[in-house]
């Protein structure tokens, strides 16, 4: 990236990718995780997190998988758009059930149960983590329902995280889920950060990039990327790359509010900030609307 040297950075610092090495533990986010590992140790068979577009999500699926991958055997599935047939052949794959024998469905799902059971008598756990949950056909939702209705005693042989963005839930709602609805009982809702939050993701991210310098984005420039992005991760890295790329445009060294002013004006995502002559123009209405007020009531 062009500016990295510029601004003494090792890496990108607001890369787009949800890099588990950049993951800081906000509140949301370590709700989220002791949600599951505790839903997870409790045995319960379906979870799901669930959060507006670019809260976390896809970070937290790929978070689970560096952590638990010593404690079960992890499959993520994160093309949503699997029928239940495909998603029945990547689990079985995944399980380690021969290419050649995916042929017939029925047969297929009767050797995903032997290969789970063979699984959990060897002390092996399976979890599959399902990213874009909100996209998932009906069908394939069911499948993994059903999958993960098969028990060994108290024991569910296979434990499903679902991860999605709100229409999640409204499908949930849905009559044709409400099976599934029913069966999950630990959920979590990510929710945006709040303005302090983000002067600490700010200066985080840029620390774990390398940024050993003065500080580069100042309270109003926060302040400013707070009001533009609610809150959403994903619309503050976008911000802070296009300031740091117009800072860099003019050989500078800070981020001023004005700047953070034109990287909104270039992000369609991004929500206006009010300017003061904005507020000048509210107050002048004010004024008049009274005054006005006044004339008719005197009149
Ligand atoms: N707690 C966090 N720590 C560090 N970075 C974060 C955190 N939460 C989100 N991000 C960053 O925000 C960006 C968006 O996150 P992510 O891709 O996980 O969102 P998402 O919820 O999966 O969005 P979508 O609904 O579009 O799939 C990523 O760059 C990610 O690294
Ligand atoms: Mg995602």
């Not at 003494?8 to 890099?19: E, H, I, R, V």
Request: aromatic share 10%; net charge negative; glycine share 6%.
């Amino acid at each position: 990236m062009i500016y990295l040297t510029h601004f003494g950075l090792g890496k990108a610092p607001f890369s787009l990718t949800a890099d588990p090495e950049f993951f800081i533990d906000f509140i949301p986010h370590k709700e989220a995780l002791e949600v599951i590992t505790t839903a997870l140790s409790l045995g319960e068979a379906i979870l799901k997190i669930t959060g507006e577009v670019g809260t976390g999500k896809t970070l937290l699926c790929n978070k689970l998988q560096s952590e638990l991958s010593d404690q079960y055997l992890l499959c993520t599935i994160d093309n949503p758009y699997l029928s239940a047939e495909e998603l029945r052949s990547t689990l079985a794959l995944f399980l380690g059930i021969n290419k050649s024998e995916l042929g017939d469905q029925f047969l297929l799902t009767n050797m995903i149960k032997e290969r789970l059971l063979v699984l959990f008598e060897e002390g092996k756990k399976v979890l599959v983590l399902v990213d874009e949950a909100q996209a998932l056909p009906d069908s394939a939702l069911e499948a993994l329902r059903l999958f993960s209705n098969l028990e060994a005693g108290e024991n569910k042989l296979l434990q499903v995280v679902l991860f999605g963005q709100p229409e999640l839930d409204v499908r949930l709602s849905e009559s044709q889920l409400r099976q599934l609805r029913q069966r999950i009982t630990f959920s979590y809702e990510l929710r945006a950060l709040s303005e302090s939050e983000i002067g600490h993701y700010i200066q985080k991210r840029l620390a774990q990039a390398g940024y050993r310098g003065a500080t580069l984005f100042n309270h109003a420039a926060c302040k400013k990327i707070s009001q533009a992005s609610r809150g959403i991760p994903r619309l503050i890295n976008v911000l802070c790359h296009k300031a740091l790329m117009i800072s860099y445009g003019r050989q500078d060294y800070t981020i001023t509010p004005k700047l953070i002013k034109e990287a909104v004006d270039d992000t369609e995502d991004a929500y206006p900030i009010p300017n003061l002559n904005m507020w000048w123009g509210v107050l002048f209405l004010f004024i008049l609307v009274n005054a006005l007020l006044i004339i008719w009531w005197k009149g």
